[in-house]
């Protein structure tokens, strides 16, 4: 319900505490509940206040680029999709055993 759409921190609280106001009381039980936070005697203007007290705390996302030390190196890539593509053949073998198993129980 509350994801992240490119606004600014700032911006995306405001309009969080916004949405959550207009939130019926089950949607703030669920809303609560998805985050672990006990909603049981709670009042709907107790379980707002939480809600956006719970919003306001989330962690900023930060990205960071792959260093290139992590990155895979051509060589890692190709082995890489070597392996995908020879465990492709044992997996549509096991596919089509596990259907014809299952064609034989009926």
Same mark, same amino acid.
């Given at each position: 319900?509350?994801?992240?759409?490119?606004? =600014?921190?700032?911006?995306?609280?405001?309009?969080?505490?916004?949405?959550?106001? *207009?939130?019926?009381?089950?949607?703030?039980?669920? *809303?609560?509940?998805?985050?672990? +936070?006990?909603?049981?005697?709670?009042?709907?203007? *107790?379980?707002? &206040?939480?809600?956006?007290?719970?919003?306001?705390?989330?962690?900023?996302?930060? =990205?960071?680029?792959?260093?290139?030390? =992590?990155?895979?190196?051509?060589?890692?890539?190709? *082995?890489?999709?070597?392996?995908?593509?020879?465990?492709?053949?044992?997996?549509?073998?096991?596919?089509?055993? +596990?259907?014809?198993?299952?064609?034989?129980? &009926?």
């Amino acid at each position: 319900m509350f994801a992240s759409d490119g606004v =600014t921190s700032c911006c995306r609280c405001a309009n969080a505490q916004r949405r959550t106001i *207009e939130l019926s009381a089950d949607e703030l039980w669920d *809303e609560l509940a998805r985050r672990y +936070i006990e909603a049981k005697a709670l009042s709907k203007v *107790e379980m707002q &206040k939480a809600l956006i007290n719970a919003l306001s705390q989330v962690a900023p996302v930060v =990205t960071q680029q792959v260093s290139p030390r =992590t990155a895979l190196s051509l060589q890692q890539q190709l *082995e890489s999709e070597v392996m995908k593509l020879s465990m492709q053949p044992e997996a549509l073998e096991k596919k089509a055993r +596990i259907e014809a198993e299952a064609l034989e129980k &009926k």
